[in-house]
């Protein structure tokens, strides 16, 4: 059952537009793309049939092959989640001591870092990208720096070309968590094929669900071979011939079934995204201080995030104002990656001044908002979004204008 955290205060917002809110059922963030069910059934029914569940079976096969098809690159290995491709990902290129990530990202991966006993170096972003600064690079790197990742935030690709320049000049080993950029591309190069390698994330909340899902996705032979070996226990061919130090990262049929039917319908989800990002950039146009970030025409994205950037001066209210008014009607909106992983744990405790030096990081985590779109969105839900937004906007400056 939902549980409206904000409950005391969403009661004042609620007396602005009237008692009821505007959605009984809440409107997500996030909420899954559900391909052709129908289809996945029978595959489901197959799995049961054949009794080949996990552990590399024709689905698993059959939907690396269709990631490689898509990105172009030579290896996909998929796994579990996201997570632990990053993880392994991370164990099988060898980074050790201090790693340089942006700090405007999910959870996942700084702690894909941590969690193996390295240092997540927090670096600052790009206000213009929300991606990290390659700028503030050079500046956070010691003698036990060994790599950088870049995370392409909402799909918006970082900018690979001063990334890896920095990495060869330094000597360090360049990795991208691509948990967003499923199917996007830069400067026509398809997300997949920079760095040594990047992960994808197939989440229930990404464009493109395998249920729990994720892949590494490389041009390197050898770190591919190493990374397989590493989902696998370390398991080499044959039977019981363990050569290599390994986890359990593997993906199971029944994922890999909705990864494939998900896959059959990516082209209709990012229309779909599109339509719904055009909506809302038509019904936000001339608010003021509510920004909505673009997307590269000359690319591909995936058009999965809806972000607005809220500047209280000039809104006249605060972000987390509006999304108090935008929960109180069940509209609800996300405030990610508030507060940016640096004021997260353990970082905040092992590093309380980062904050300090991440000052683009701290004004955007206290600006950004994620809006929902995806196939459960419709044109009437965003223009009625749209209007709530308007309407707290236009509210404020009234209170405002009342005031003097
Ligand atoms: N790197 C980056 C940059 C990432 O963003 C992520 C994941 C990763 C790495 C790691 O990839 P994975 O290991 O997850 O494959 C969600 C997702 O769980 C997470 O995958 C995603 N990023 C992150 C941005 O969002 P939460 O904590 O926000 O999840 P939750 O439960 O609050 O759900 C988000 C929204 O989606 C809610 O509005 C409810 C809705 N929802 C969720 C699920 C699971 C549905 O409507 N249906 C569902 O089945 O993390």
């Not at 909420?31 to 569940?53: A, M, S, T, Y």
């Not at 009607?329 to 992983?341: K, Q, S, T, W």
Request: proline share 3%; aromatic share 8%; glycine share 8%.
């Amino acid at each position: 059952m939902f549980v409206n955290k904000n409950e005391k205060s969403s009661k004042k917002e609620l007396a602005i537009f009237g008692a009821r809110p505007l959605y009984s059922e809440p409107l997500h963030v996030g909420c899954p793309n559900i391909g052709n069910k129908d289809v996945l059934f029978e595959r489901l029914n197959d799995i049961l049939e054949r009794k080949w569940l996990t552990n590399n079976g024709k689905y698993v096969q059959e939907f690396e092959s269709g990631i490689q098809v898509i990105t172009g690159a030579k290896h996909c290995i998929a796994m579990t989640n996201g997570t632990i491709a990053l993880e392994i990902l991370i164990r099988a290129t060898g980074l050790t001591g201090e790693v340089i990530v942006p700090s405007f990202t999910f959870a996942a991966t700084p702690h894909a870092l941590q969690w193996q006993g390295i240092t997540p170096i927090f670096c600052d972003l790009d206000p213009a990208t929300h991606n990290i600064d390659e700028k503030k690079i050079e500046e956070l790197i010691t003698p036990k720096t060994s790599g950088i990742i870049g995370v392409h935030i909402w799909g918006r690709p970082c900018n690979t070309k001063q990334l890896s320049s920095i990495a060869e000049k330094h000597n360090l080993k360049l990795i991208y968590d691509a948990a967003h950029a499923f199917g996007c591309s830069l400067n026509g190069k398809m997300i997949g094929n920079f760095g040594e390698a990047e992960i994808f994330s197939f989440h229930a909340t990404k464009f493109l669900n395998a249920f729990e899902g994720g892949a590494v996705v490389t041009n390197n032979s050898e770190l591919a071979e190493k990374i397989r070996l590493m989902k696998n226990f370390g398991f080499g061919p044959g039977f019981d011939n363990v050569v290599h130090v390994g986890t359990n990262g593997k993906m199971t049929e029944v994922s890999a079934a909705m990864g494939i039917t998900s896959l059959e319908s990516m082209n209709d989800f990012i229309a779909v995204n599109k339509k719904n990002y055009e909506f809302y950039q038509r019904g936000l146009a001339g608010i003021s201080g509510v920004k909505l970030l673009s997307y590269s025409e000359n690319d591909k994205n995936n058009y999965q995030y809806v972000i607005l950037e809220i500047d209280a001066a000039l809104a006249g209210l605060s972000r987390d104002v509006l999304i108090k008014i935008l929960h109180a009607d069940n509209i609800l909106a996300r405030r990610y990656f508030h507060p940016g992983c640096h004021r997260i744990e353990p970082y905040k405790s092992s590093s309380p001044n980062t904050y300090l030096r991440l000052t683009e990081t701290e004004a955007l985590t206290r600006k950004v908002l994620c809006l929902p779109t995806g196939t459960a969105v419709s044109e009437i839900d965003i223009s009625r979004i749209c209007d709530q937004i308007r309407l707290a906007v236009d509210c404020s400056e009234d209170i405002k204008r009342s005031m003097y």
